[in-house]
T-cell receptor, first 115, second 119 residues
Framework: AQTVTQSQPEMSVQEAETVTLSCTYD???????LFWYKQPPSRQMILVIR??????QNATENRFSVNFQKAAKSFSLKISDSQLGDAAMYFC????????????FGQGTRLTINP | DAGVIQSPRHEVTEMGQEVTLRCKPI?????LFWYRQTMMRGLELLIY????????DSGMPEDRFSAKMPNASFSTLKIQPSEPRDSAVYFC?????????????????FGDGTRLSIL
């Protein structure tokens, strides 16, 4: 079974600075997807960014980018120019590309933005 | 474009009562997922449907939990009888995918969740 680990329960960063959230996963599959979801206090689950395992190029969405290291099974999220609205729980998630469609989530990292 | 709609947003009830959570997926999506979020266990899948058919219910905790999807636009998650340990936030999510075994790169879109408190 696949597992996802987020080793940082909490992180904080100064507004306008850059922060990186860590995620590692374990799988025997070669084809899969990885996601970062954001959960603000309103408890919505908002998709931030996704990465296809077969793509070597790291995904980027505006101020959000990932560092995908397939061999190391590492998938970190970098947030540049942090804004107060980025404060939230961030969840890393894994999904098989074939077969089972369920998301396997990490335990989450709570990100605080200091003004 | 309406997202996934869940109701109720909050539910408080007494132990032993029947609880029904409802979900309307995004129109055109043919996969529907029920997740539960607790402090102890995090986010975990309870059950998911493809084309209204349950595919994996291995996450359903026990017989007190049941889920149905009578048509493509509606699903329910029922707990009977409810217990205090069922208190959690329950999320419904939907996505589109291909046919059986098809490669799918579509993300899951989540509803706002139902916060359930069993007293």
């Amino acid at each position: 079974a696949q597992t996802v680990t987020q080793s940082q329960p909490e992180m904080s960063v100064q507004e306008a600075e850059t922060v990186t959230l860590s995620c590692t996963y374990d799988t025997s599959e070669s084809d899969y997807y990885l996601f970062w979801y954001k959960q603000p206090p309103s408890r919505q689950m908002i998709l931030v960014i996704r990465q296809e395992a077969y793509k070597q190029q790291n995904a980027t969405e505006n101020r959000f980018s990932v560092n995908f290291q397939k061999a190391a099974k590492s998938f970190s999220l970098k947030i540049s120019d942090s804004q107060l609205g980025d404060a939230a729980m961030y969840f890393c998630a894994y999904r098989s590309a074939w077969g089972a469609q369920k998301l396997v989530f990490g335990q989450g990292t709570r990100l605080t933005i200091n003004p | 474009d309406a997202g996934v709609i869940q109701s109720p947003r909050h539910e408080v009830t007494e132990m032993g009562q029947e609880v029904t959570l409802r979900c309307k997926p995004i129109s055109g999506h043919n996969s529907l997922f029920w997740y539960r979020q607790t402090m102890m266990r995090g986010l975990e899948l309870l059950i998911y449907f493809n084309n209204n058919v349950p595919i994996d219910d291995s996450g359903m905790p026990e017989d007190r939990f049941s889920a149905k999807m009578p048509n493509a636009s509606f699903s329910t998650l029922k707990i009977q009888p409810s217990e205090p340990r069922d208190s959690a936030v329950y999320f419904c999510a939907s996505s589109s995918r291909g046919g059986q075994g098809a490669h799918s790169n579509q993300p899951q879109h989540f509803g706002d969740g139902t916060r359930l408190s069993i007293l």
